[in-house]
């Protein structure tokens, strides 16, 4: 089973701020990862699909890199709706899906 | 408007039979595949399995295989996530989630339904 690790696992952080979370997959997913978002007592939602591709609607300060084994969701200049955590997700086999264990982005 | 509706939070004893709903409107439910997913109390998402209501294939992760039973009334839009003998590490939310066409990702969820598993 392809395991995915995030890290930071908590990350504190102020208004304005540049946020980087990293996703690092047990093997080569090529760009099969999506980044959810989640807030307390509501359903996650898909902001980044295939490593870099902005979901529909999500603001353009939310990008997604990486390929291979090593990826990255960038919040480029943090809102205050954006304290939530966040997961990133394989799909590298088809429908055969890991979360990596989320990234709480709290305020600092 | 796509949607996904959860039947709604169940409380149940050890050992009890539980099978929740997952109904979907707002698209053709026989062409994605209808996943679910479970999050145990102040813990991550883990993916349990999915099933394609068109010919009802279906497949687990291996956690959780033997454990739950996924299965779809393709006549009524409905999935459904289903318990024969409820255990207390049960206790969670569990959510449905429609995977993109042709592709893996989430694009749409279920609002969650709370199992709570206590004697």
């Known amino acids: 089973d392809i395991q995915m690790t995030q890290s930071p696992s908590t990350l504190s952080a102020s208004v304005g701020d540049r946020v980087t979370i990293t996703c690092r997959a047990s093997?080569?997913?090529?760009?099969?990862l999506a980044w959810y978002q989640q807030k307390p007592g509501k359903a996650p939602k898909l902001l980044i699909y295939?490593?870099?591709s902005l979901e529909s609607g999500v603001p353009s300060r939310f990008s997604g890199s990486g390929s291979g084994t090593e990826f990255t969701l960038t919040i480029s200049s943090l809102q205050p709706d954006d304290f939530a955590t966040y997961y990133c997700?394989?799909?590298?086999?088809?429908?055969?899906?890991?979360f990596g264990q989320g990234t709480k982005v709290e305020i600092k | 408007e796509v949607q996904l509706v959860q039947s709604g939070a169940e409380v149940k004893k050890p050992g009890e039979s539980l099978k929740i709903s997952c109904k979907g409107s707002?698209?053709?439910?026989?062409?994605?595949?209808i996943g679910w997913v479970r999050q145990m109390p102040g813990k991550g998402l883990e993916w349990m399995g999915i099933?394609?209501?068109?010919?009802?294939?279906?497949r687990y992760s291996p956690s959780f295989q033997g454990q739950v039973t996924i299965s779809a009334d393709k006549s009524i839009s409905t999935a459904y996530l289903q318990w024969s003998s409820l255990k207390a590490s049960d206790t969670a939310m569990y959510y449905c989630?429609?995977?993109?066409?042709?592709?893996?990702?989430?694009?749409?969820w279920g609002q969650g339904t709370l199992v709570t598993v206590s004697s």
């Open positions: 093997q080569s997913i090529s760009s099969w």
């Open positions: 295939k490593a870099s």
């Open positions: 989630a429609r995977l993109r066409y042709d592709s893996s990702e989430i694009d749409y």
């Open positions: 099933i394609y209501p068109g010919d009802s294939d279906t």
């Open positions: 997700q394989q799909y590298n086999s088809y429908h055969v899906v890991t």
């Open positions: 707002g698209y053709s439910f026989t062409s994605y595949w």
